[in-house]
């Protein structure tokens, strides 16, 4: 299976030396932006209220024009780190994903220790908290959407669990070569986003521009790929995001010796909104 030995990249920050060429990857059009990883740097971070020992790269926030359903953290937690009310918006349901470290997430006075791997899903007005009780800095993406509720569709509960717990789903005709992990149902109508984990094998892709409604979020957890974005062809690697804007077209084909797999939001389940 694709995940026999997950790896979680994670960004150690610092700066680059004097002597390093400016060229990278780094570029934003009207239909996508690629952040690589060695964009997210000391100077970019942020330090949010009520958190403490906690710095964050912001690599995706609602811009108008663009993308505008989400943002997308990434959060560097040192030891005895946390917050005691991290989310300041009732309105708005969350995901973590630890991708190195360990964190202690507390769920209605309901102890969770999340280690690399580990997935939750926040609903709005949930009574959460983090901290990180180990000894050394734990690293994890923190996703966060305004809920759209809709009439007659409860509100979906929080919930805890793992990648290395949920089956990866086959993609029909593949041959294991493309699989996505679904921590939620797609039919299940109280959740309006998914963030799931899509994996290749070596060789495996997508072999046709996909062009959708969704907005994407794509950070890249473990390889390598060319990576079709709009009209361009990118290489990305593990410690990369692609943000994609709705109808952007895309397609991939996994270029390494190793798997390649990234964590994936999209917005789903629910009509388009005329608030422009």
Known sequence: MLKDKPQYYAPKGGLPPQSQIMTDRAVFKDAYA???KGVMTDIVVSFLPHWAHTR??????PLSGFAETFSHYIADIAPEGGSVQPEAD???ESVIFVVEG???LTIDDKMHKLDAGGYA????????QLHNSSGSNATFHWIRKRYVAADGVDMPKAFVTSDQNVAPTEMAGTDG??????????????????????SFKPGGNIPFAETHVMEHGLYVLQGKAIYRLNEDWVEVEAGDYMWLRAFCPQACVAAGPEPFRYLL????NRHMSFDL
């Open 90 to 92: 009732d309105t708005v």
């Open 265 to 268: 939001y999209k917005d789903v």
């Open 56 to 61: 964050f790269w912001v690599i995706a926030r």
């Open 177 to 198: 070569a493309w699989a996505t992990t679904r921590f939620v149902e797609p039919d299940d109508l109280r959740h309006d986003m998914h963030v799931t984990i899509v």
């Open 34 to 36: 690629v952040i690589p």
């Open 102 to 104: 360990s964190i202690d």
């Open 121 to 128: 899903f926040l609903p709005p007005k949930c009574d959460w």
